[in-house]
């Protein structure tokens, strides 16, 4: 199954403790990566969060953003950090002897400060408040695997066109070899009649260059390796497990068959459809990379 590595997935959990939000967002990354960013509440939830989520989606960089209102009585006490604070007074005072400031340190001051009061996070029950993480977490990661697959569906359909364009320029290919030879031997016993003038042409030495041309300008085998990638591509659009990678390493292995291909063809002709090739292959390549 073509699924793409780009989405957003967002899930709300709503329950009478508070309101849980998780966002999932995926962009795209050779390997599987997962940053989290949550309160302090859901900290120990960490690595089930990773899990949840690399279950599902096995390329990319996704960054997972939760968010946790609680809500008691429609209020929420204040915390005060004292021995923050008194570090901050002792720190003022400290500046204030070094510059020669002789201000008061006043009370809102030390209360502005980073971390020195807060809003305290009423204690919800643990397997409660992981069982609403997970949930809110699934339920995002559900909602951008349908905007992945969405995606992949348009992926697949443009993978499928440009593999048939490959095989049509592949055939052209197969069907221009047998001439390369041809047209250099005309060419060749054009140009020695030229050069000997009344002199008798050696048909046997020309013969010769001949086969030592056709043995050089060969690609039978490129060609039948080419057309074996061909069909593992297709095999491997079919697949269910996500199958970027593979597609990548084929891209590889065709665009290594083509390049043999051009440099055996010493001939105008096969040297335009071998470019034709590389330029579809590159087209190809890139929409690979935003495969998962």
Known sequence: ??????????????????????????????????????????????????????????????????QREEVVGGQQRPLVNVALARAYREAFDHLRTELGIYD?????????????????E??????????????????AVEAMETMRMREGEALLADLRDRRQTLAMLIDRVAERAPAVVADYAQKLRERL???????????????????????????????????SH???????????????????????????EVNTIGSKANDAAMAAIVVELKAELEKIREQVQNIE
């Open 230 to 256: 061909l069909i593992q591509f297709d095999e491997t659009l079919a697949l269910a497990e996500p199958v970027g990678r593979k597609l990548d390493f084929l891209m590889q292995e065709l665009n290594r």
């Open 193 to 227: 009649a030229q050069l000997l003038a009344d002199t008798t042409l050696d048909e046997a030495r020309l013969a010769q260059e001949v086969a030592l041309l056709a043995d050089r300008c060969d690609v039978t085998e490129e060609l039948v390796r080419f057309r």
């Open 122 to 139: 009423e204690s919800s029950d643990e397997d409660a408040l992981r069982a609403e993480l997970l949930q809110g977490v699934r339920g």
């Open 1 to 66: 199954m073509i699924k793409s590595m780009t989405g957003y997935g967002k899930a709300v959990v709503e329950t009478e403790t508070g309101r849980t939000t998780v966002e999932i967002r995926s962009v795209n990354h050779r390997y599987g990566e997962v940053f989290v960013k949550m309160p302090r509440s859901f900290l120990a939830f960490e690595n089930d969060v990773r899990k949840a989520v690399g279950d599902r989606l096995k390329r990319g960089k996704i960054e997972v953003f939760v």
């Open 104 to 120: 008061p340190v006043t009370l809102p001051l030390i209360l502005s400060q980073k971390d020195v009061l807060a809003a305290q």
